[in-house]
């Protein structure tokens, strides 16, 4: 992850050449809170992903984004989805499944993060015209993991293999990803951002599934289910309340 988030860093930082004394306080300190944001989410998912199965992470990970579309929606009809969301956590982290409390923990923790990520990439992308406040808070979020990353990959981190594994992630996952929801998060509300990825828990254990070997039980394909159904009815929500441009 390391190597992921200072390769990512180095990509943005010489695309656009920021300069942080000329940021201002205010903005130092926006770019500060989504760079540690930024950090913190990504470390808590990869210690979700070491204790339990990827599309299970996914689904937990993504109540985040939920609670943002939720709270971007009024309709009376969303304590339905609420509901329904609720019962799939609740099929995800029951006792017997595959997840251990300290992954679901951290899966959820790593949601919390998620959903701060899409809060602060909003005023990152209102108050920045274009991408130089990310590529400072990747660099943030990369100096803060100087310390855990070396503590936890000791010796690998010379591994050449590794470090270009990590720069391929760094640019597909984090320079790509991360710059396009920030371009996205420019043009749409955030509630309405936070539900459109609803498929994404789906996705995970489709690819954990095919990938990575990774079997599920009936009961967790069905909370996953619940939680990819809760998200869709919020985006429904969303769009019924959107106003109509003349």
Same mark, same amino acid.
């Given at each position: 992850?390391?190597?992921?988030?200072?390769?990512? $860093?180095?990509?943005? &930082?010489?695309?656009?050449?920021?300069?942080?004394?000329?940021? /201002?306080?205010?903005?130092?300190?926006?770019?500060?809170?989504? /760079?540690?944001?930024? $950090?913190? @989410?990504?470390?808590?998912?990869?210690?979700?992903?070491?204790?339990?199965?990827?599309?299970?992470?996914?689904?937990?990970?993504?109540?985040? +984004?939920?609670?943002?579309?939720?709270? /971007?929606?009024?309709?009376?009809?969303?304590?339905?989805?609420?509901?329904?969301?609720?019962?799939?956590?609740?099929?995800?982290?029951? +006792?017997?499944?595959?997840?251990?409390?300290?992954?679901?923990?951290?899966?959820?923790?790593?949601?919390?993060?998620?959903?701060?990520?899409?809060?602060?990439?909003?005023?990152?992308?209102?108050?920045?015209?274009? /991408?130089?406040?990310?590529?400072?808070?990747?660099?943030?979020?990369?100096?803060? @993991?100087?310390?855990?990353?070396?503590? $936890?990959?000791? #010796?690998?981190?010379?591994?050449?293999?590794?470090?270009?594994?990590?720069?391929?992630?760094?640019?597909? #996952?984090?320079?790509?990803?991360?710059?396009?929801?920030?371009?996205?998060?420019?043009?749409?509300?955030?509630?309405?951002?936070?539900?459109? @990825?609803?498929?994404?828990?789906?996705?995970?254990?489709?690819?954990? &599934?095919?990938?990575?070997?990774?079997?599920?039980?009936?009961?967790?394909?069905?909370?996953?289910?619940?939680?990819?159904?809760?998200?869709?009815?919020?985006?429904?929500? #969303?769009?019924?309340? $959107?106003?109509?441009?003349?």
């Amino acid at each position: 992850m390391l190597y992921r988030l200072a390769f990512a $860093a180095v990509v943005l &930082l010489a695309i656009w050449r920021p300069a942080p004394l000329d940021a /201002g306080r205010e903005r130092l300190l926006l770019v500060l809170a989504f /760079g540690l944001t930024l $950090a913190a @989410m990504n470390l808590s998912f990869y210690e979700a992903l070491d204790r339990i199965p990827l599309g299970i992470a996914v689904t937990l990970e993504f109540t985040g +984004p939920l609670v943002v579309g939720l709270f /971007g929606s009024r309709r009376k009809l969303d304590l339905v989805w609420v509901a329904c969301a609720a019962l799939g956590v609740l099929l995800l982290t029951r +006792p017997s499944g595959s997840a251990t409390a300290a992954g679901i923990g951290f899966a959820l923790l790593a949601g919390a993060f998620w959903a701060a990520y899409i809060l602060l990439s909003a005023r990152i992308g209102r108050t920045f015209s274009d /991408g130089r406040g990310l590529a400072l808070a990747m660099a943030v979020g990369a100096l803060a @993991m100087i310390v855990p990353g070396v503590a $936890a990959a000791g #010796s690998d981190l010379i591994d050449a293999r590794l470090a270009a594994i990590g720069a391929a992630s760094g640019l597909l #996952s984090s320079v790509v990803a991360y710059s396009l929801e920030l371009e996205a998060l420019r043009r749409i509300p955030v509630g309405t951002f936070g539900v459109l @990825m609803s498929v994404e828990p789906a996705v995970a254990a489709l690819i954990g &599934l095919v990938a990575l070997g990774q079997d599920l039980a009936a009961v967790e394909v069905a909370g996953i289910a619940l939680i990819v159904v809760a998200s869709a009815g919020v985006l429904g929500s #969303s769009a019924m309340e $959107a106003p109509t441009e003349a």
